[in-house]
């Protein structure tokens, strides 16, 4: 007889303590920020009504759906013409009702329509939930993730994005600098939906928006010649992609972008490079309404960090640039875009504006942004680049070896002491040799072991041996709580 060998579905990982100490350092780092900045933390389910789902982030963006089958027969209620001619769209929709979401802006459109008159607007909410998305699994790339976003409705101000950028920069200034004061360069992109929009209008290609968007996406992965190819396939004339990668990838656009490590590190002189560049494309481009008004709240957004640079408040560790080729896959982006990377990884974080989201749902007109960090991503860029802190006090830091029934009684008390006062301790749960509590204490990395024979009971002293230096010292319980709280 066989066993099955047990194993994880593609894209998935299970997380041992050392792991999730590091996971949670990431999220109680971006929650801190959030809070800071008047967000309020709220949840929705990991599965909504398919409805709710399709249609709302793309076609690229409803392959990525994870669909969950009907519960019961529900081959009884499927479409028999649809699963005759093996049609999946059409069999899908008679057999699956519910789907995982494949990010939270979604659901959270959903929740605000819903509780439309509980909420505050602008309402600053914060998630972090796991996602799930139908892709192919790589480096940097998984099917269930965690994300962990922050969003702004009912609000056109463009003060909101200045927020979300300062997010950003007061985030991976906490996560990615080093004891030594040393940070890893990264990168905020930003882009608007309405200069690309401008772009398409000034060749004439307004009708293939969308799958300009596409192509473009794929830029950081497929390069120049990728997205040469994919807009071929789309039906675009060569005239007509000529023209069009000379807007987003020109000489200059190219040499700023490419080099903007290169580029002297005082935040002023990088967002006034940006504001330049913006400039030139304006002229290019030749007053098209929609690039006009993206172009013009970059620009405006970039004004208001400068600001802040002047008043020595500005961004902290950020090289912020303008990036023509940024497109972002979803959607449901209708205004500035956001994207930051690091060297060698995919997008850790992004985000934009949507100015109608809530619409499918049935209240129009309310503006949105946002931006999601990619907790899955960060933390391989934190492990790759020795960035995350020693995590002591997160396990065990005391044990108390057993001797017997007479040293457990004496012990226990002393155990609940160190616990009432917030001190992480444990006792071994049976009186087994010393050399087995030694060695389960080693791995277990804990820092402290308290030894407590009869000799300790008479006197009040316990003996306690740092495991790490191998030193023994006898202290009360009370000169041990005190050591310990050092």
């Known amino acids: 007889m066989s066993s099955n060998k047990p194993s994880l579905p593609k894209g998935t990982r299970d997380f041992s303590p050392i792991e999730m100490a590091r996971r949670n350092y990431i999220f109680d780092t971006i929650k801190k920020v959030y809070k800071k900045y008047g967000f309020q933390q709220i949840e929705t389910p990991a599965m909504e009504n398919l409805s709710t789902l399709v249609g709302t982030g793309g076609d690229e963006s ?27 769209n059409g069999l899908t929709k008679s057999i699956a009702e519910k789907a995982l979401h494949y990010d939270l802006t979604v659901p959270f459109a959903r929740y605000v329509v819903q509780n439309q008159n509980e909420i505050t607007f602008p309402f600053r909410r914060f998630q972090i939930q796991p996602v799930w998305r139908a892709d192919r699994p790589q480096k940097g790339r998984y099917r269930e993730f965690y994300q962990c976003d922050a969003d702004i409705i009912g ?32 990168t905020i992109s930003i882009n608007n939906r309405k200069i690309l929009q401008g772009i398409t209008e000034s060749v004439g290609l307004q009708d293939k928006f969308e799958q300009i968007v596409v192509a473009i996406d794929k830029f950081d992965k497929v390069g120049e010649k990728g997205v040469y190819d994919e807009l071929v396939r789309q039906g675009l004339k060569e005239n007509q992609i000529e023209s069009l990668l000379n807007l987003l990838f020109s000489r200059k656009l190219s040499n700023y972008i490419n080099n903007i490590d290169n580029f002297p590190k005082d935040g002023i002189m990088n967002l006034s490079l940006a504001d330049g560049i913006l400039n030139e494309l304006k002229d290019k481009i030749g007053g098209k309404l929609n690039a006009d008004e993206g172009i013009g709240e970059l620009k405006l957004i970039l004004k208001k960090l400068i600001n802040l640079e002047e008043f020595k408040l500005g961004l902290k560790t950020a090289n912020v640039i303008f990036d023509p080729t940024l497109a972002r896959g979803l959607g449901y982006y209708t205004g500035t875009i956001i994207e930051v990377k690091v060297d060698n990884f995919p997008s850790i974080c ?25 907790a899955d991503r960060i933390y391989d860029v934190l492990l790759d680049n020795n960035l995350y802190p020693k995590f002591e006090g997160d396990s065990t830091q005391v044990l108390f070896v057993n001797f017997g029934e007479k040293e457990q009684d ?51 002293k316990l003996t306690v041996k740092n495991m790490k230096t191998g030193e023994q010292h006898a202290f009360t319980i009370v000169e041990l709580i005190q050591e310990l709280k050092k």
């Open 62 to 88: 409803d392959k990525l759906i994870f669909k969950i089958l009907n519960s019961g027969d529900y081959l009884a209620k499927a479409d028999e013409k649809a699963l005759k001619e093996k049609n999946a």
């Open 350 to 374: 992004g985000g934009g504006r949507y100015d109608d989201l809530t619409g499918k749902f049935g209240l129009k007109d309310v503006s949105g942004v946002g931006i999601s960090f990619g």
């Open 410 to 460: 004496y012990c226990l008390p002393l155990l609940f002491q160190l616990r009432d006062k917030d001190i992480n301790a444990e006792i071994y749960p049976e009186a087994a040799k010393l050399k087995k509590q030694m060695t389960f204490a080693n791995n277990k990395n804990i820092n402290y072991v308290v030894l407590v024979g009869s000799d300790e009971m008479a006197s009040g």
């Open 155 to 186: 609000s056109d101000s463009l003060l909101n994005e200045v927020d979300l950028i300062k997010i950003i920069d007061d985030v991976f200034t906490k996560l990615f600098t080093d004891e030594k004061g040393n940070t890893l360069p990264y």
